[in-house]
């Protein structure tokens, strides 16, 4: 109940806009994951052949229609495809979200994509935001896909979830609850390092809800080889 939050905005789970509210080709597909849970999702389609595809994950709360703004904005200035990939017990998709859930969801997303003639499979984006971020490190972090994937861009998300918990909420007894006994751990900052795609770390310094500090903890912590090789940098914004 502290995590996710399906239903807000009121009506999120009745009602999920789509592309064409902003003159945007799109299709609507719904997929089977590998445990049998029908999940939706929203492919924009750009006209222009062989451009490249982000997959886009997206925060605790609402559907996939409350980021056509967002979409937009990439449809129009980078001119790429968006996969907007709705979790489990989300917007229209089936289901109840659970971290386990949620990272197979991604798999089916990657793998509705992979299937696709019409897709360039070597410019696939992977883009989390906040919850989502987690998600999409989790999916760059799987041998299986991470070939396919260019680049992994993750937005002001946390290192874990129980670290997360230990400061939105003011509970001493956290400080001293093993993690072992949490059951969605969302464990980014021990999976980081394994990843070997270029990635981008975006912060807003003013998010009031994820302190800036764990995204600079999530940077500081991934492969020092990649900050080598690929000049991985932290873009701090106001």
């Known amino acids: 109940m502290l995590l ?7 009506n999120s789970r009745l009602y999920v806009m789509l592309p064409n ?13 590998s445990d049998g849970v ?7 389609k750009h006209p222009k052949p062989n ?5 886009y994950f997206h925060g605790n709360a609402g559907n996939v229609g ?11 200035q980078c ?34 994509l992979l299937k696709r003639t019409d897709i360039d499979r070597n410019k696939l984006i992977v883009f989390g935001r906040s919850l989502g971020g987690a998600v999409a490190v989790h999916l760059a972090s799987q041998s299986l896909y991470e070939r396919h994937i260019a680049v992994l861009m993750i937005e002001n998300t946390f290192s ?5 918990a230990r400061t939105l909420f003011d509970f001493p007894f956290l400080k001293y609850l093993p993690d072992i006994l949490v059951k969605a751990k969302y464990r980014s900052i021990s ?3 394994t990843i070997k795609v270029p990635t981008l770390f975006l912060s807003g310094l003013s998010d009031s809800l994820i302190p800036p500090r764990m995204m600079d903890t999530l940077h500081t912590e991934s492969s020092a080889s990649l900050l080598a090789k690929f000049g991985l940098g932290l873009l701090r914004t106001t």
């Open 4 to 10: 996710y939050y399906p239903e807000q905005p009121p």
């Open 21 to 33: 509210a902003y003159q945007m080709p799109y299709e609507n597909h719904f997929v089977n994951t």
């Open 38 to 44: 029908k999940i939706n999702l929203v492919l924009v």
């Open 51 to 55: 451009v490249p595809t982000i997959i």
């Open 66 to 76: 409350h980021r056509l703004m967002n979409t937009h904005a990439l449809f129009e």
């Open 79 to 112: 001119k790429y495809n968006i996969l907007l990939v709705e979790y489990r017990g989300y917007g229209k998709s089936e289901g109840s979200p659970s971290e386990g859930g949620l990272y197979k969801d991604a798999e089916a997303a990657m793998d509705f």
């Open 160 to 164: 874990s979830l129980p670290d997360i």
């Open 191 to 193: 999976r980081l390092p």
